[in-house]
């Protein structure tokens, strides 16, 4: 079993910047990609950003140049920082592992969620 908790995420006006962390913790031999991921109301979840192991990223083209995902693998954590927020920036964002177990299975585990909230 792998848990993801998540944290930083809040109420911010536009403009403004917002850092989000996934801690992952359990049966975790290697992270291979992470990603974030939002759902804003009335929409599907959609991609944010996605990390490999080896720090190759992808964005989706609405925060280039404004979000940066990171990890720190000794951590076991993946950060996205979210700058020149927008309020359609607005969603719950989900954080999405890749883990590989000491049994080596790997399986794709989802956080909670966590709320931002961008205000005009």
């Known amino acids: 079993q792998v848990q993801l908790v998540e944290s930083g995420g809040g109420l911010v006006q536009a403009g403004g910047s917002l850092r989000l962390s996934c801690v992952a913790s359990g049966s975790i031999f290697s992270i291979n990609a992470a990603g974030w991921y939002r759902q804003s109301p009335g929409k599907e979840r959609e991609l944010v950003a996605r990390i490999s192991r080896g720090g190759s990223t992808n964005y989706a083209d609405s925060v280039t140049g404004r979000f940066t995902i990171s990890r720190d693998n000794a951590k076991n954590t993946v950060y996205l920082q979210m700058n020149s927020l927008k309020p359609e920036d607005t969603g719950v964002y989900f954080c999405?592992?890749?883990?590989?177990?000491?049994?080596?299975?790997?399986?794709?585990?989802w956080g909670q969620g966590t709320q931002v909230t961008v205000s005009s």
């Open positions: 999405n592992v890749e883990v590989t177990s000491y049994s080596r299975l790997t399986y794709s585990w």
